[in-house]
């Protein structure tokens, strides 16, 4: 097992606003909806696995907008050394026709909601991880990466000489 936990995010903007999942857990947080790879899937797989658990909604996964290093053993303050280090991989997503995003019926613990929050509002909630500043930052600009899925591409084959 690698000691860097992958977590597959998606960022979904819709009228000049961005969906979040909201948790209640010593006062109210939000989250872009994601979560862990699983092992078997790609990361396009998991992204549209864990928007779909964490809101219903149905999503077309695009290019890979943004990338979050998590690394508890190089912070200070109230972080626990014990917390597993991760990459997010936050990918663009646009949802699929007629997919409304909801609470689901079986919640994960502490998820409350499942809301849109206007780009203007963003700095006034608490995100986890705090990249408002990011988000909006490649709204106004585009510049995706492109991620490279290597059974995708041509197999190579060598000439016998």
């Keep these: 097992m690698s000691h860097v936990r992958i977590r597959c ?8 606003s961005v969906l979040l999942v ?13 979560g862990g790879l699983e092992p078997g899937e790609t990361i396009l797989e998991g992204v549209a696995r864990e928007v779909l658990e964490e809101t219903t909604a149905q ?3 695009g290019p ?8 508890p053993h190089k912070q200070s303050g109230d972080y626990n050394v014990n917390e597993r280090h991760g990459l997010h991989l936050i990918f663009e997503c646009t949802l699929k026709n007629n997919s409304i ?4 019926q079986f919640p994960d613990p502490h998820q409350s909601a499942v809301k849109w929050i206007p780009l203007e509002e963003l700095d006034s909630i608490l995100l986890i991880p705090n ?3 990011q988000i909006k930052n490649y709204i106004k600009n585009k510049r995706n990466i492109e991620l490279i899925e290597d ?3 041509d197999r190579l ?3 016998q000489k």
């Design 59 to 61: 999503v077309d996964v």
């Design 22 to 34: 909201e948790y209640n857990d010593d006062g109210i947080h939000y989250n872009l909806p994601g």
């Design 131 to 133: 990249i408002n500043k």
């Design 151 to 153: 059974y995708m591409l």
């Design 64 to 71: 890979l907008a943004l990338m979050y290093e998590f690394t």
């Design 101 to 104: 995003p909801r609470l689901p």
């Design 9 to 16: 995010t998606g960022l979904i903007i819709e009228n000049n």
């Design 157 to 159: 084959r060598l000439e």
